[in-house]
Nanobody
């Protein structure tokens, strides 16, 4: 089970930190991804992290502004979002998939098996 939280309303240029708490996972090697879906648009990958080596993926649109991290001891992943823009407005979802230690961090939607509910991020101009 994945529980995402931390969304809200923020002005452009502001910051938010999303959290994704993972429960019921007994695997050691997995990846957590943050995805978002804006109204009328397809769901897209934002950022992903592999717990095996902390390798990360960032969409070009968020590079330099968003930072993904994970705290295995707390079974929690975070997405720190800085310098938010109105185009970042979307429902943000966290997802998890099992990986092998030799794999690169997955970032495609179909690669993720377990999904949490979304948290809405609204950035006003």
């Amino acid at each position: 089970q994945l529980q995402a939280s931390g969304g809200g309303l923020v002005q452009a240029g502001g910051s938010l930190r999303l959290s994704c708490v993972v429960s019921g996972v007994t695997f050691d090697d997995y990846a957590i991804g943050w995805f978002r879906q804006a109204p009328g648009k397809e769901r897209e990958a934002v950022s992903c992290i592999a717990t095996t080596d902390d390798s990360t993926y960032y969409a070009d649109s968020v590079k330099g502004r968003f930072t993904i991290s994970s705290d295995i001891a707390k079974n929690t992943a975070y997405l720190q979002m800085n310098n938010l823009k109105p185009e970042d407005t979307a429902v943000y979802y966290c997802a998890l998939t099992i990986i092998s230690s030799s794999w690169s961090v997955p970032y495609r939607l179909y690669q993720y098996v377990y999904w949490g509910q979304g948290t809405l991020v609204t950035v006003s101009s």
